[in-house]
């Protein structure tokens, strides 16, 4: 088993661009999650998804869109990119969340807006 | 209002040097409390799920405790490999959808 992947791994992007971060799961989780960690900040929620189809606003969700076509995948969307969105991004899925909800995490996408 | 507080910051150890790093959280009615372990440039690795106070789980060096406030993460006689950041988060007591993470603390271990 893969878990859960990201692409890119890395990327820079100037001010106004658009692009779409990838995540995918082969775990059959029913629960995926969009985090942002900055220094300083820790691990903070921008969007989930509590099963396909269906997408949720987390704690810091403004600037972004989130979309769950298919099970395993949970893209992440940066429509006018902004250097306030200079992060490290992950993902993570889990097989429930309300009781059990540990997560599981991917490798994180450095992005970089200048 | 930060729901899930770490301490400290940084810590660093001898080997062989036991010492507990601390999770403060502000939520009622805990739903979970999770521990993670994050290696510089990875995302996070799940290592304990603690739910109710007096409750403890272990895993080779480390022991995991909960009480009403706070969380402890005990390392007995630590090694360089664990060596990493300590997370700490909180599921959202009312949906149980969003959990809430601590800004962790590094953990250095010396040979």
């Known amino acids: 088993n893969a878990g859960v992947t990201q692409t890119p791994k890395f990327r820079v992007l100037k001010t106004g661009q658009s692009m779409t971060l990838l995540c995918a799961q082969d775990?059959?989780?029913?629960?995926m999650y969009w985090y942002r960690q900055d220094p300083g900040m820790g691990l903070r929620l921008i969007h989930y998804?509590?099963?396909?189809?269906?997408?949720a606003k987390g704690e810091v969700p403004d600037g972004y869109n989130v979309s769950r076509l298919k099970k395993q995948n949970f893209l992440l969307g940066l429509e006018s990119a902004a250097p306030s969105q200079t992060s490290v991004y992950f993902c993570?899925?889990?097989?429930?969340?309300?009781?059990?909800?540990?997560?599981?995490f991917g490798p994180g996408t450095r992005l970089t807006v200048t | 209002e930060d729901q899930v507080t770490q301490s400290p910051e940084a810590l660093r150890l001898q080997e062989g040097e036991s010492s507990s790093l601390n999770c403060s959280y502000t939520?009622?009615?805990?739903?979970?409390l999770f521990w993670y372990r994050q290696d510089p440039g990875k995302g996070p690795e799940f290592l304990f799920t603690?739910?109710?106070a007096g409750e403890e789980k272990e895993k080779e060096r480390l022991k995991a405790t909960l009480t009403k406030k706070e969380s402890f993460l005990h390392i007995t006689a630590p090694k360089p490999e664990d060596s990493a950041t300590y997370l700490c988060?909180?599921?959202?007591?009312?949906?149980?959808?969003?959990?809430?993470f601590g800004t962790g603390t590094s953990l250095t271990v010396i040979p």
């Open positions: 993570a899925s889990s097989y429930r969340g309300q009781v059990g909800g540990e997560q599981y």
């Open positions: 775990m059959n989780h029913e629960y």
């Open positions: 998804s509590v099963g396909e189809g269906t997408t």
């Open positions: 939520v009622s009615g805990l739903r979970g």
């Open positions: 603690l739910y109710s």
């Open positions: 988060a909180v599921q959202d007591p009312n949906t149980g959808n969003q959990f809430y």
